[in-house]
C-alpha cells in the first residue's frame, strides 16, 4: 500500500493547496454556521421545528449506512451525502457490478464510497482485476489488499462474503482516501460459511473479508480496535481426514507451539499458540471437514465460545444433501443413501433418489473445497469440456457425462468452495435444479 501511494505524497504544490483547502474549508464552516444559526432564530420566532435543520457532527460522530457497511470517516465540510446508484463498467462498457452509493461534494471535492452486492463469486483482489473495471490498476501486494486506480483517486476490495466496496475521491483529496477505507465497517455479516454456521463473534469486531494464509482452506476475517482479530479456516479433504493432518495442514511456514489436547462441541481438539496470529483452535467436524479458530488480542475464553459457537451442517437426512436443501416434489422417487468421498482438496458428499424401476433416476452431489472450482476440479467432474448453459436461471455447466451414464448432468458453482453437481433425465433437469435451494 505504501509503495502504491508514494507518488501522490510528494507533489511540490501539495502544501500550498493543503492550506488553501483548509482556509476555504473554514470559511464554507463560518458561512454554514452563520446561515444555520440564522435559520434557527427565524423558526424559533415562527414556532415551527423543522426535521431538516440538524448541526453537523464531527467527521467520526455520525455512522451513516450503506448496504450493511457503516462508514466512520468523511472529511468536514463536504455536506451531507446524496443517494446514487452504483454500477462499475469494463473497458468495453460492459456493466459488471451493480449497488448503491453515497457521494458527499461540495465544488470540486468529493468522496464517494459504493456498496456492490454480487451475484457471482467474488473472493480477493485477483477476481476484481479480472473485471477490468479498475481504471490503470495498481496490482496489490496482497490478494486482500485492496486494488488502486493508476492515479491513486480510488481503492476497490472484496469485503465480506459477495460484498465488494469502492472509495472514489477527488484528487485533491487523496491523502483522506485510506482514512476512509479504514473507517468502513461491515456491520452485518452473514452467518453462514463454507458449509458452517459462526453464531459468535464478540462485541465490536467486524468482518473484513477473506483471509489468504492458506490456500488450502475456505477463509474469513474480522477484525476489531486494539489490533483484535479472529480468522475461521475450514479444511475439506483428506487435509482433514484425521486431527493429526489437519494439525499438519496449516498455513505454510505456521509452526505451532505449547500445544495441548482440549475439547469442541465434545469432539477432541488441539490448542496451541501460533505466534502473531495468537492463540489457536483446530477440530474435526467430521472426516473430511476441519475447522480452525486463531484469534490475536482475544481472551482464550473468546476463542473457545467462537468454536464452541460453529455449527456443523445437517447430516443429510430426508431430501438434503450436506445442508443443501433438495424439493423433489411431483416423481415417484425414494432417496437412497448417502455416499461421501475426499480428495486432497475438496469432500463430496452424494445422494441418489431411485425411481420405481429401481435404477439411479436422480443424483445431486454437494462438493465443498478450496479447490472448488479449479481446472483440477472441473476434470474430475467431467470427462469432456464444460459447455456454459443456463437451466432454470442459474448458469452453471453440462457436462459430458459419457455414453454409459443416462440422463444430462449440470453443475453450479453458487459460492467460491461450493458446487453442485445434478445428474437428471433430460425433461426433469429443469426441476431438479428448480428445486435446489442454494443458488
Known amino acids: 500500500m505504501t509503495d502504491a501511494t508514494r507518488s501522490v505524497r510528494g507533489a511540490p504544490e501539495l502544501a500550498v493547496r493543503v492550506t488553501a483547502r483548509v482556509a476555504l474549508r473554514r470559511r464554507r464552516r463560518r458561512l454554514a454556521a452563520s446561515v444555520a444559526a440564522a435559520a434557527a432564530a427565524v423558526l424559533v420566532a415562527i414556532g415551527v421545528v423543522s426535521p431538516y435543520i440538524v448541526t453537523r457532527p464531527a467527521p467520526v460522530a455520525t455512522s451513516p449506512e450503506l448496504e450493511g457497511v457503516r462508514i466512520g470517516y468523511i472529511p468536514e465540510g463536504l455536506g451531507a451525502p446524496q443517494r446514487l446508484r452504483g454500477q462499475e463498467k469494463d473497458v468495453g462498457g460492459e456493466i459488471r457490478l451493480r449497488g448503491e452509493a453515497l457521494r458527499w461534494q461540495v465544488g470540486g471535492d468529493f468522496v464517494q464510497v459504493s456498496a456492490y452486492r454480487t451475484d457471482g463469486v467474488m473472493r480477493d483482489a485477483m477476481d476484481i482485476l479480472a473485471l477490468n473495471v479498475v481504471d490503470s490498476p495498481v496490482e496489490p501486494r496482497s490478494a486482500n489488499d485492496p486494488v488502486l486506480s493508476g492515479d491513486g483517486t480510488s481503492a476497490m476490495w472484496v469485503a465480506d462474503h459477495r460484498l465488494v466496496l469502492k472509495v472514489t475521491v477527488s484528487a485533491a483529496l487523496k491523502g483522506e482516501r485510506d482514512r476512509i477505507v479504514g473507517g468502513l465497517r461491515v456491520a452485518g455479516w452473514n452467518p453462514a460459511f463454507a458449509g458452517l454456521r459462526v453464531t459468535y463473534m464478540p462485541a465490536g469486531m467486524w468482518a473484513a473479508g477473506t483471509a489468504d494464509t492458506n490456500p488450502d482452506a475456505l477463509a474469513r476475517l474480522w477484525q476489531g480496535e486494539s489490533g483484535r482479530r479472529v480468522s475461521i479456516e475450514v479444511v475439506y479433504g483428506r487435509a482433514a481426514a484425521t486431527l493429526a493432518k489437519l494439525r499438519a495442514a496449516g498455513a505454510p511456514q505456521e509452526v505451532l507451539t505449547d500445544v495441548r489436547p482440549a475439547s469442541v462441541h465434545g469432539q477432541p481438539a488441539y490448542a496451541g499458540a501460533a505466534g502473531q496470529a495468537g492463540r489457536v483452535l483446530l477440530w474435526l467436524v467430521k472426516p473430511g471437514i476441519g475447522v480452525r479458530v486463531r484469534g490475536a488480542h482475544l481472551p482464550e475464553g473468546d476463542l473457545v465460545r467462537i468454536a464452541e459457537g460453529i455449527q456443523s451442517p445437517s447430516g443429510g437426512q430426508g431430501e438434503s444433501v450436506d445442508g443443501i436443501a433438495i424439493s423433489l416434489a411431483g416423481p415417484d422417487l425414494r432417496p437412497g443413501p448417502v455416499e461421501t468421498a475426499m480428495t486432497p482438496r475438496w469432500r463430496s458428499t452424494t445422494r441418489r433418489w431411485i425411481g420405481p424401476d429401481g435404477e439411479d433416476t436422480v443424483t445431486v452431489?454437494?462438493?465443498?473445497?478450496?479447490?472448488?472450482?479449479?481446472?483440477?476440479?472441473?476434470?474430475?467432474?467431467?470427462?469432456?469440456?464444460?459447455?456454459?448453459?443456463?437451466?432454470?436461471?442459474?448458469?452453471?455447466?453440462?457436462?459430458?457425462?459419457?455414453?454409459?451414464?443416462?440422463?444430462?448432468?449440470?453443475?453450479?458453482?453458487?459460492?467460491?468452495?461450493?458446487?453442485?453437481?445434478?445428474?437428471?433425465?433430460?425433461?426433469?433437469?429443469?426441476?431438479?435444479?428448480?428445486?435446489?435451494?442454494?443458488?
Open 365 to 439: 452431489s454437494i462438493q465443498r473445497g478450496a479447490a472448488v472450482p479449479s481446472t483440477t476440479w472441473w476434470s474430475s467432474v467431467s470427462r469432456g469440456e464444460p459447455k456454459p448453459a443456463t437451466i432454470a436461471g442459474v448458469q452453471g455447466m453440462l457436462l459430458d457425462t459419457g455414453a454409459s451414464t443416462p440422463g444430462r448432468k449440470f453443475a453450479w458453482t453458487p459460492e467460491f468452495g461450493l458446487a453442485i453437481v445434478v445428474t437428471a433425465p433430460a425433461h426433469d433437469l429443469r426441476r431438479i435444479v428448480k428445486g435446489i435451494a442454494a443458488r
